[in-house]
């Protein structure tokens, strides 16, 4: 039987998956990316301290497993671009609406975005973690958080045009 | 556009629901008296929402049905048994042996302290009474790899080939950078240097037996080098711009 662990963590696989895809751009490696952070975390649950949400610590693990693993990559590959989901393979041109044609911009500006702002709007916008949780799992103060944030959505804001 | 009183940090804050009850109540009354200040946190309620969308279309990707029946074997196989951490193994790319590589210099210098399961054997040196420091330790190549080597590159060194990992500071302020050198008859070192005033020490180095078929490392190993980064209160790795300006300090 699974304990509350491992359904919370199976629970947490889309959300990682989708942190692992934006951090490396490739679905081959984001798939090994998350089996290895979830490798590392079953072999630490010990180090787990159940009084916080499991997702912060699962997706800190996550990262660092991607800068070991990137930093020694001298060569990356070909990443693709993580907007070309199903979904936005599917725009034909007739049936683009507004809100879809946003959405692609707003993946286009995010993608423009430098790496340390994309990486806490990710985990913050995306994946709802709070300031504090979100300088957790980066290893950075809470206020670089805020301004790296708002750097971010400011920019955002500006390519899209909301002001 | 900056305001007065209130940082974007702050503004963003309120609209991301962060602030304190009285800070809150406090920008409340800002935005009331001022409608650049109301427009401003209003941006920032646009692009949560826009990020937010953004997110549930991402969201619909399905997870894929190997993915989830790898991590279900692993959880498996994890209850079967006890961890064994021979069976984690560290997601990395295998490289080339080199060819012409002549060790003598760094192999000589360097000091293999402990043996360690996986392979490895682990050397430290905090206050360089012995070993690692050698005279020859960092090379002159190496030491120049160090001071100009962008992370993510590699450099043909003594022989060897240098890859310079990642750059971040200690606890200390020093800058510091982890690095692996690989060569045939030294195996593969992952290895930490700190610029001290008298210029790059090397602080630890784990050497690896190179396997037969160049193959993956234990993540042990890597587990290792975490440990040691956190005692030494390593932060985050430097971003490259941030890494390129550190350097630009060492050089000066």
Partial sequence: MEDSFEEHLIAALPALRRFALSLCRRADIADDLVQTA???????????????????????????????????????????????????????????????LMLRETEEALAALPDDQREVILLVCFEELSYAEAAEVLGIPKGTVMSRLSRGRVALAEKLGIS | MKHQDWS???????????????????????????????????????TRDLLKEAARARASDPLPPQLE??????????????????????????????????????????????????GFFVAQNRDGADGLRGPAFPTPEIAGALDTLASGR???????????????????GELCREFELQAPELGRMVSVACRSDTGWQQRLALIEDVAPDGGYAPASSLEMLDIYLGSIGAGAPLSSDDEAAALREVAR
Avoid: C
């Fill in chain 1, 38 to 100: 979830v490798e590392r975390a079953v072999a630490h649950r010990d180090q787990y301290d159940p009084d916080m949400r499991l997702e912060p610590w699962l997706f800190r693990i996550l990262r660092n497993a991607w800068i070991d693993q990137s930093r020694r990559r001298a060569t990356r590959g070909t990443e693709i671009d993580v907007t070309v989901s199903p979904e936005a393979a599917t725009v034909d041109g007739t049936r683009v609406n507004e809100a879809r």
């Fill in chain 2, 8 to 46: 974007d940090e702050t503004l963003m804050a309120y609209a991301d629901g962060e602030l304190d009850a009285p800070v809150a109540k406090e920008v409340e009354a800002a935005a009331r008296a001022d409608p650049r200040i109301a427009e401003r946190i209003a941006s920032f309620g646009k």
């Fill in chain 2, 69 to 118: 029946a790898k991590v279900r074997e692993t959880l498996r196989s994890a209850r079967a048994e006890a961890p064994d951490s021979s069976k984690v193994t560290a997601f990395r790319q295998s490289w080339e042996r080199g060819s012409n590589f002549r060790p003598t210099t760094i192999a000589a210098s360097i000091a293999l302290a402990a043996g360690l399961a996986g």
């Fill in chain 2, 154 to 172: 590699t450099q043909d060194v003594d022989g060897g080939e240098f890859q310079a990992i990642a750059s971040f500071m200690n606890s200390d």
